[in-house]
């Protein structure tokens, strides 16, 4: 189910490097969570397993090193050379079902290595699960709602980014699906997976996930994380990949921290989870506040985003601030059959071997995502004067 060490999104390499430029000797643990609570079987564990050793085998090739190394600019040679050198260790993943039969999967590695596990491993099971349940794609009904979407597109000049791997119905489908985008979507940016956007010449899209805030909250303090995370981005980056996510522990505290700085260095932020309307007033705002022109900016609106909402949201915009948007299942799994609402998030990490475990927090704007044990979340909360 993965061929290429490509078949990810493109956020998972800039995030591996930097960490390994900044913070080489970090430990992490990440988590999977299914917010459905599915029960499992035993024969979707044996073939989740099956596939999870054969992730062993996938590689970084000559061709792909090339190709990256040309088109990526902000990552350097050195770190697709390393990477040609790495494998997945599926030795490192705890796989089991619990006695409700509901799924676990951990993995602790070096945080420049495990973070590369996440995307893959989320698509594993995402496609493992519609084949045991049976579920069977109609290409057709695929391409014919598809070619809806692009319509909508295309009419309204919604320009958008497929952000579909880690819930796609299969392998499968996300390739028809960049297929069809590619010939007859005008307005579709890019893609933020590697290995499509090498198959049919797009551009890759992308910046830093939660975790990279996270992590700094765990080490730095809750207080800090924001700042310091984009502080420590902007070192590694120097202004390249300057779309900022401003919802690891709510965006009501992410304008809060922003800095007039940091405001003006990066292009814009990413809105994640919560009301799209209401905070796309509030950035605005904030702007307006720092001396900042809107409508230099751009919101990137990525939360279970269909055609129409986007459509509604990019009127709301106008005059006021650019957007794009970033939609993934709606593109990759819109199939009649119900997606998967799985996560794999970090849940633990420290600086080094000597140092004690800390217990990593997300919280989100969406009611009942926040992600962390209840005692640290409120820790979390507290800290941050959200109680």
Excluded at 78 to 95: A, G, H, M, N, T
Excluded at 102 to 121: G, M, N, R, W
Excluded at 194 to 214: D, I, N, Q, R
Aim: proline share 2%; aromatic share 12%; hydrophobic share 35%.
């Amino acid at each position: 189910m993965i061929h290429t060490i490509l078949d990810t999104d493109l956020y998972k390499f800039t995030t591996s490097y930097a960490y390994i430029k900044l913070f080489p000797y970090a430990l992490g643990t990440f988590s999977f969570k299914d917010r459905d609570e599915t029960a499992y079987t035993d024969e979707f564990l044996r073939r989740l397993k099956e596939a999870v050793a054969r992730l062993s085998e996938v590689t970084l090739t000559r061709e792909e090193l090339e190709y990256m190394t040309k088109h990526c600019r902000f990552l350097p040679g050195v770190y697709w050379e390393w990477l040609s050198s790495f494998r997945f260790r599926p030795d490192k993943i705890d796989i089991s079902l619990d006695k409700d039969r509901h799924l676990s999967i951990e993995f602790t590695d070096y945080l420049y290595k495990a973070t590369l596990y996440e995307v893959p491993l989320l698509a594993i099971v995402s496609e493992i699960k519609n084949q045991v349940l049976g579920n069977v794609a109609d290409m057709d009904d695929i391409i014919c709602k598809l070619s809806e979407k692009v319509t909508l597109s295309n009419e309204h000049r919604l320009s958008f980014s497929e952000f579909g791997t880690r819930r796609r119905f299969s392998f499968e489908v996300q390739d028809k699906v960049i297929d069809c985008l590619k010939q007859t979507a005008h307005y579709c940016t890019g893609t933020s997976n590697c290995h499509f956007a090498m198959k049919y010449g797009l551009k890759t899209m992308g910046t830093h996930p939660h975790e990279w805030f996270m992590f700094h909250g765990a080490q730095f303090g809750y207080k800090h994380a924001n700042y310091m995370a984009l502080e420590n981005w902007v070192n590694v980056y120097d202004g390249d990949l300057g779309i900022a996510l401003s919802d690891t522990y709510t965006s009501g505290v992410f304008l809060t921290n922003l800095s007039r700085k940091q405001a003006k260095l990066f292009d814009g932020v990413r809105c994640d989870s919560g009301d799209e309307f209401e905070f796309t007033d509030k950035l605005v705002a904030r702007y307006r506040e720092l001396g900042i022109d809107s409508t230099t900016k751009t919101i990137v609106f990525s939360n279970a985003l269909d055609f129409g909402k986007a459509l509604d949201i990019q009127e709301h915009c106008r005059g006021k601030i650019r957007c794009a948007f970033g939609i993934g299942t709606n593109l990759t799994n819109d199939t009649g059959f119900k997606p998967s609402n799985i996560v794999m998030k970090l849940t633990q990490c420290k600086m080094n071997v000597n140092q004690e475990w800390r217990e990593c927090v997300k919280l989100s704007d969406d009611k009942g995502k926040h992600i962390g044990s209840k005692e640290e979340v409120r820790a979390c909360l507290y800290d941050l004067r959200l109680l």
